[in-house]
């Protein structure tokens, strides 16, 4: 770890656990200093990021492991600093070439988890390392903007 | 945990148009709840027009957004109206951000998607 520990939760693949990490990200992020749009776009992120562990990582199994842990990043030149949220699962190798999400001019269900992740974040980084699945999201505050 | 928020779908008739009320999240967890009722009203029951009251629905992912897809297919195919209102912000931005929201058939009351 290389930031300040905000949180670390643990959970299993359950889709019904989905809204209570949404109610701890919505807390968390606000207290972090997002304004209300950038709290839902870090909360949409992270629920999505769930999501396609639940459906992709674990195809639907239920009892899976899950890990989650934000933390304070240093800032960049131009930003305040950076919220950070790493993701582990245990589920398969992810091809890299299925990470990059759908072209959205055509109208059909599905593949937009990745684009919602993509569009909400200003870091998405994805490794796999010592047989887990490590998804790295970072959303950094406006310049000047502290808690 | 499950059922703790669980989602609340009841269905109105007035004359030729359903409307679905929708309460609670919608999420991986019970998006498919959504996508059974919507395409068994527009599919076997070929209603003319559909309505889904979204106004107690604080948020919607991206498996959501794949239902309510389903839905306006299902009703093109059937030559039939589908139409959100109510939407929150969250809902309102994730149509933005999947480039959906001037697709769908979108108004803010239900006196105005009734019209």
Request: charge should be positive; aromatic fraction near 4%; charged fraction near 30%.
């Given at each position: 770890m290389s930031g300040d520990l905000l949180l670390k939760v643990e959970l299993r693949s359950d889709p019904g656990m989905?809204?209570?990490?949404?109610?701890?990200?919505e807390r968390l992020t606000e207290a972090f200093g997002f304004t209300e749009p950038e709290c839902r776009s870090v909360t949409?992120?992270?629920d999505e990021a769930l999501t396609n562990i639940m459906r992709h990582s674990y195809a639907g199994q239920t009892d899976r492991p899950i890990?989650?842990?934000?933390?304070?990043?240093p800032?960049?030149?131009?930003t305040g600093d950076g919220f950070e949220v790493l993701l582990s699962d245990r589920g398969p190798a992810v091809d890299p070439a299925k990470l990059q999400g759908r072209r959205l001019d055509e109208i059909k269900p599905g593949g937009l988890g990745l684009?919602?992740?993509?569009?909400s974040m200003d870091v998405v980084e994805f490794k796999r390392e010592r047989g887990s699945n490590l998804l790295r999201l970072i959303k950094y505050l406006q310049s000047g903007k502290q808690d | 945990m499950r059922g703790e928020k669980a989602l609340q779908i009841s269905a109105r008739r007035i004359e030729t148009t359903t409307i679905f009320d929708i309460t609670g999240d919608i999420d991986l967890?019970?998006?498919p709840e959504i996508r059974k009722a919507l395409l068994k009203e527009i599919k076997e029951s070929k209603t003319p027009r559909v309505v889904m009251n979204l106004v107690k629905v604080r948020y919607i992912d991206s498996s959501g957004v794949a239902s309510?897809?389903?839905?306006?297919?299902?009703?093109?195919?059937?030559?039939?109206?589908?139409?959100l209102f109510g939407l929150s912000p969250?809902?309102?931005?994730v149509l933005q951000l999947s480039r959906l929201l001037k697709i769908f058939e979108v108004h803010d009351t239900e006196e105005q998607a009734l019209a």
């Open positions: 989905l809204c209570v990490v949404r109610a701890a990200m949409r992120a992270v890990e989650v842990l934000c933390q304070r990043v800032k960049r030149r131009n684009h919602f992740i993509r569009q | 967890a019970n998006s309510l897809v389903e839905g306006l297919k299902a009703s093109r195919d059937a030559g039939t109206r589908f139409i969250a809902a309102r931005e």
